[in-house]
């Protein structure tokens, strides 16, 4: 079965950065259409923070912007989340997400926490 398994998240300082990463197995991973990581604040709805395709097209919320980068490692079965310049507003439970064949497959989650 597809699982998908986060990590690298904590506590970090204003202006600090953090590398999550998410391992994905169950699956051959040329079959992964899209990769994404999702983050939800408390008391707030679930958002998209960055995304790439197969072909390595990205696309980014606008509050992230320049500060966060995504990747996918093929040879590893990974997809990245780089975060640079990180604000107290990131501050989040960060989701890796991924589509295979029209259906959509979550991991559990990691906590992202930035202090003034």
């Known amino acids: 079965q597809v699982q998908l398994v986060e990590s690298g998240g904590g506590l970090v300082q204003t202006g600090m950065s953090l590398r999550l990463s998410c391992a994905v197995s169950g699956t051959i991973f040329s079959y992964i259409t899209v990769m994404g990581w999702y983050r939800q604040a408390p008391g707030k709805q679930r958002e998209l923070v960055a995304a790439?395709?197969?072909?390595?097209?990205?696309n980014y919320a606008d509050s992230v912007k320049g500060r966060f980068t995504i990747s996918r490692d093929n040879a590893k079965n990974t997809v990245n989340l780089e975060m640079n310049s990180l604000k107290p507003e990131d501050t989040a439970v960060y989701y890796c997400a991924i589509r295979r064949f029209a259906r959509d497959y979550w991991g559990q989650g990691t906590q992202v926490t930035v202090s003034p």
């Open positions: 790439i395709t197969t072909g390595g097209g990205t």
